[in-house]
């Protein structure tokens, strides 16, 4: 059963504030919660149904359990449907960001939907980090961890100063604009660094002094934007392609 | 001023089944209802605010225009942020499908948020209908219109039973799998039909025997999937780059 005080935790944690105070952030649903346990990822508490005990009893590794009917789970889930399984895990420490491949960059990606869509196609083409600026959405945010569909626990999100990380970079930055080259006749650096700007006000001022390469996505039709998530997901597959003809 | 009557009216088109008995669907937001004029687009009635009537009198083409203070605009609005404008717009009649170019078509996308982020993609990619089984999500309701981001007026989305209208069809026709060719190394037909399956269950039974041909979209990483939207934009861009090296 949950207790008043673990109810009160969960709900906490759906805000930043005590996500830092607690050092800890929540894991909902079933496929996001295997996904920790496969990695083996430091769950301090899991609530779940008996059902999802039973059915993953191998697979769970947490310090605690607390057994709690489908009610009080959705009750203290803060996502719409949720009733198998809550997860409260301690926060990593933040990595050092790896420059020895591609590395994705953020500028002000503020929409948690978005952020968790972009994480999950970053770990589609095999990157392991993701560097955001400081004001993108938190990455621990609930609704970020849902969306990823599981690709949080494979993809570390570095917070950092991103005009001063770019300031440090050498190589080819590429930055997505309206009207810059084509993504489909440029030849990608292997260890580049690919930065996408806000969802409403691109890449920005502070950041866009480090980009020495501007590319585009080509439009065929009407629309003047796509999504940033879209956007960053056909520039990766573009960026990935190239592995064919250009081996390492 | 919206009355009371109006008002019952706005709320009542956020469902279904008054669209369909009042004929009419709703448009909201700036963004979209600019583009509705830019179209010509059969307005029957906009609710607009004074600053949004004064900054576009030269484009608002509408049966009825009535003002209105921004928070009843708020109150009218099916979305969470809209205090410019709302528009009443009359349902087009169905067009027939179009099969000779490359076809889109949707069996059961049923997430709004996924239906319009298609339209908007395929707009950008340039084709002008997309095919939809009975059972994706209505593309008149106002959460897949606000995600189009204007590209509903674009793309005509053709509802139909897509069992039957692929039995029909000759030629290539591609269904999104996990485990078929890669479309880095597909040729794509340029009149072909590329077929997405839906959120959950992928392309359906009834569906695929009309398969002829299984793509995937190569991964790199650990997801076990992509966003059904995303993958419609990823294969998108894999097609039409190949405008430059097969001209038609």
Known sequence: MISKNQLKLLRALAQKKYRKQH???????????????????PVKQLFASPEFIAAHKDKIIADDIVEADEESLSKAST??????????????EQSCIDTSGLVLALDGVSDPGNLGT??????????????VSQDCA???????????????????????????????????IYGAYLGGQSVHKTQFAANGVLVMGSESH???????????QKITIPAFGGAESL??????????????????TNPQ
């Open 23 to 41: 050092n800890c952030y929540l894991v909902q649903g079933e496929k996001n919660i295997l996904e920790l346990f496969a990695a083996n990822m």
């Open 79 to 92: 996502l719409v449907s949720n009733n198998a399984a809550v997860a409260i895990v301690t926060m990593p």
């Open 118 to 131: 972009i994480i999950r196609v970053a770990d589609w083409y095999g990157l392991k980090q993701i560097v």
């Open 138 to 172: 938190d990455h621990f945010n609930p609704k970020v961890i849902s969306a990823t569909m599981g690709s949080f626990v494979r993809v570390n999100v570095i917070r950092t100063d991103l005009a001063a990380f770019l300031a440090d970079c050498e190589g080819d």
């Open 202 to 212: 691109g890449i920005r001022e502070q950041v866009a002094p480090y980009i020495n």
């Open 227 to 244: 999504n940033v998530a879209m956007a960053t997901g056909i520039i990766l597959d573009n960026i990935k392609r190239q592995d064919y």
